[in-house]
């Protein structure tokens, strides 16, 4: 929630690449946790990782953002962030102490939906459910399952059992992969920046992941 309102205060520049940072949130906090500090190797990768995510972000040529970027929508996409990673390293460490990773999200999905349940009615206003095309319906019902509840049940089980610190740096990989699917679903184009950027990327996180604590 924090991220959509965020997103519509500052740039789209700034916000992705806030964004972008999320694996350092979620990393920093489990280390902290924990009470370890990750090597100079891991700095140098993370380093190298956000680099290429820069790269990624302001060399693909999309669409003109005509939004200036502000201090107040960049902090609350980084309370965003914050808010996101402090969940990962909560189910992530639930699921270290052998509680089912599908009961972390249902619970955690269930407790939400009722919070927001209120709310509803003043967002919704007066949509008309019944002109809500088959595709829309599909695509919240793939949004509310495929990646609610599929996608946090392995993710908290990824970072459990691989370590919270390692696996949370996989996130960087997530620009690369969107582009492929833009490039797979919707046929779109990407040149040698996105290849070039993307192989800094994977190398980042090639260092990052073989460091050790």
Same mark, same amino acid.
């Given at each position: 929630?924090?991220?959509?309102? +965020? ?43 956000? &680099?290429?995510?820069?790269? @990624? ?9 005509? *939004?200036? &970027? ?19 390293? &909560? ?5 270290? *102490? ?26 919704? +206003? ?11 319906? @599909? ?6 399952? +495929? ?9 908290? *089980?990824?970072? +459990?059992?691989?370590?919270?610190? *390692? #696996? ?30 993307? &192989?800094?990327?994977? #190398? ?10």
């Amino acid at each position: 929630m924090l991220f959509s309102i +965020g997103v519509q205060l500052t740039s789209a520049n700034h916000a992705s690449m806030i964004l972008a940072a999320l694996p350092i949130f979620t990393a920093s906090i489990a280390l902290a946790w924990e009470r370890r500090r990750p090597r100079s190797a891991w700095w140098i990768g993370v380093a190298v990782a956000i &680099a290429g995510e820069y790269v @990624l972000i302001t060399g693909q040529g999309g669409a003109v953002d005509d *939004r200036a &970027a502000s201090v107040t929508g960049d902090l609350v996409v980084l309370a965003g962030n914050l808010f996101a990673s402090l969940g990962y390293v &909560a189910g992530a460490r639930l699921q270290q *102490r052998d509680y089912p990773s599908i009961a972390t999200t249902c619970w955690s999905a269930g407790i939400a939906a009722v919070a927001l349940l209120p709310v509803v009615p003043f967002i919704v +206003g007066s949509a008309a459910f019944a002109e809500v095309s088959l595709d829309a319906w @599909l695509g919240v019902a793939y949004l509310a399952i +495929g990646v609610t509840i599929v996608g946090y049940v392995l993710w908290y *089980r990824a970072l +459990g059992k691989g370590g919270i610190a *390692r #696996l949370a740096l996989m996130q960087f990989l997530q620009p690369v992969f969107g582009v492929i699917l833009a490039w797979v679903l919707l046929g779109e184009r990407f040149g040698a920046t996105f290849v070039a950027a993307s &192989a800094v990327v994977l #190398l980042g996180v090639w260092i990052a992941l073989r460091a050790r604590y």
